[in-house]
């Protein structure tokens, strides 16, 4: 099976501008998550949906909305770019059993 | 708000020791999932475990879960510099929560 896939990999941005990542998730899985990950904060939940429903949110600003697709696929997108939302942002997909995460590269996104 | 404070933050030691990292927290999970991430990539699960004083062995990795399930620690044997890596732990909190919680992680460095 193909693994999880999110583009694009690396992306530039300056404040205030907005920005849209794409997540495919490994077939057959329904469950989508999306994390930010900082050197100081560590990985941070942003997200998970199943079904093309939110289930869960994590605690970030309203500028951090994400969605799914019947086929699953997700994407996230962020409004108003800071400079703190530089980091990298992975996305996972899952089987549901125990949760288990299946992550994908990542996006590097920069803010400037 | 649950947490999961892993130790140490970092370790660097020479190929072929052995070494302990450890998970913990005052919250109980109903699972728990150990991760490796290499720099570049997304998190790769290792293990997850599930009942409290559970033991698994994958080759030279030996993971345990705490009998309470607040807990949990993983031993490296003969260690190789293909085991460096960030080692993160997460855990599910279960029921419809649909979120893992991850530690910060154990940056280790497996020196030849």
């Known amino acids: 099976k193909a693994g999880v896939t999110q583009t694009p990999r690396y992306l530039i941005k300056t404040r205030g501008q907005q920005v849209t990542l794409s997540c495919s998730p490994i077939?057959?899985?329904?469950?989508v998550s999306w994390y930010q990950q900082t050197p100081g904060q560590g990985l941070q939940f942003l997200f998970e949906?199943?079904?093309?429903?939110?289930?869960n949110k994590g605690n970030f600003p309203g500028r951090f909305s994400g969605r799914q697709f019947s086929n699953s696929r997700s994407e996230m997108n962020v409004s108003t770019l800071e400079l703190g939302d530089s980091a990298l942002y992975l996305c996972?997909?899952?089987?549901?059993?125990?949760?288990?995460?299946?992550f994908g590269p990542g996006t590097r996104l920069t803010v400037l | 708000t649950q947490l999961l404070e892993q130790s140490p933050q970092f370790l660097s030691i020479q190929e072929g020791e052995n070494l302990t990292v450890y998970c913990n927290s005052s919250s109980v999970f109903s699972s728990l999932q150990w991760y490796r991430q290499e720099p570049g990539e997304g998190p790769v699960l290792l293990v997850t475990v599930v009942t409290g004083g559970e033991v698994k062995k994958l080759k030279r990795l030996t993971f345990q879960f705490g009998d309470a399930r607040k807990d949990s620690s993983l031993h490296i044997t003969a260690a190789q510099p293909g085991d460096t890596g960030l080692y993160l732990c997460?855990?599910?909190?279960?029921?419809?929560?649909?979120?893992?919680?991850f530690g910060k992680g154990t940056l280790l460095t497996v020196n030849p």
């Open positions: 997460a855990g599910d909190s279960g029921g419809s929560n649909y979120k893992l919680t």
């Open positions: 077939s057959g899985h329904r469950s």
């Open positions: 996972a997909s899952s089987p549901t059993t125990y949760n288990e995460q299946f």
């Open positions: 949906y199943f079904s093309e429903t939110q289930r």
